[in-house]
């Protein structure tokens, strides 16, 4: 692959995951709305924004043709639907989070993902561990124990954003299809019930007509979803795994300072404790995967 190829990579990527970081801001100004309400709104609209893209970049052949394939297969087809519901948890209790002043809760979550990631290949996919890398999942654990037994409350919030997050990585992993058409497809499925609860809730639908500045925050919910996965799926296919391994920590680190600096959420010494356990966790498992991978590659070349 040459080096422009992997520079697009790289920015893609990482403004992928710079959308996401910076997404807490987003939702905490339509704070005025549900959290069910908000994630109607994105739903929808994301739906419209990826049917106008599909449209604009005149992939409207692949997607009716993706679309017709997976209607026809019926295990393809209850994927995308787990898929769909699984995605729309995790964004339902992302924005709740947010708007709950959990911020830094959901930050953590986003930390402990690559970790669940890791298990459920292991338990789901049979994929085999380094030492060094089942030390790292330990190390996780550690922090995530310590911080309930020093709240006596478990930090429920960032483990179903890790796990949905996870489960829907691992399901997508069994479809497919490529990204634009998955999105568009998901938020198909769920538009309906999006519909209904829109609807039938009507105060943001009225805030709406009452506000421009507020609708186009919600029609603009739509964009902000769709680009960072269109950009990370740009990336994904440029750049080596190594360094996608790498930029996902953009995400939660952003959430992480904007929870602290900008909306003033406590950072105690249990959460000291507990991010330190998940950031050396993390810098052991990257460190492993990276090793790992240039070992493969060197043998790769040996072999050519």
């Known amino acids: 692959m040459d080096e422009k190829q992997i520079k697009i990579g790289s920015f893609a990527a990482a403004g992928a995951y710079l959308i996401w970081g910076f997404l807490p801001l987003y939702w905490k ?3 005025g709305i549900s959290a069910g309400a908000l994630l109607g709104h994105r739903i929808v609209w994301s739906f419209v924004f990826m049917l106008l893209i599909i449209f604009l970049s005149k992939s409207t052949k692949r997607f009716l ?3 017709r394939l997976i209607f026809k ?8 639907i787990l898929a769909s519901l699984v995605i ?3 964004w339902l209790i992302f924005i709740w989070a947010v708007n709950s002043n959990y911020v830094i809760q959901a930050s953590l979550g986003y930390y402990i993902n690559p970790l669940i990631s890791i298990l459920l290949g292991v338990v789901v996919l049979k994929e085999s561990l380094a030492k060094v890398e089942i030390l790292s999942v330990v190390l996780a654990g550690f922090g995530v124990l310590f911080l309930t037994f020093y709240y006596g409350v478990f930090p429920w ?3 179903v954003l890790a796990l949905t997050f996870a489960l829907y990585g691992l399901i997508k992993k069994t479809i ?3 990204t634009m058409s998955g999105l568009t497809l998901e938020t198909l499925i769920a538009l309906p019930v999006a519909l209904v609860y829109l609807l039938i809730e009507g105060d943001s639908l009225t805030t709406m007509q009452s506000s421009f500045q507020m609708a186009l925050l919600l029609m603009g919910a739509g ?3 769709a680009i960072p996965l269109l950009l990370f799926a740009t990336g994904a296919k440029r750049i080596p795994l190594s360094m996608i391994g790498f930029l996902q920590y953009i995400a939660p680190t952003f959430m992480l300072l904007i929870g602290v600096f900008l909306f003033n959420e406590p950072f105690t010494y249990a959460h000291m404790i507990a991010f330190l356990a ?3 966790a993390l810098v052991i498992y990257s460190t492993s995967r990276f090793m790992r991978f240039r070992q493969l590659k060197k043998s790769r070349l040996r072999a050519s």
Do not use: M
């Open 29 to 31: 100004a339509v704070g």
């Open 65 to 67: 043709t993706e679309a």
């Open 73 to 80: 297969d019926r295990k393809k087809l209850t994927g995308l």
């Open 88 to 90: 729309s948890g995790n």
């Open 157 to 159: 919030i960032s483990l």
């Open 176 to 178: 497919d299809i490529s």
């Open 223 to 225: 964009v902000v979803t």
């Open 278 to 280: 998940i950031w050396v």
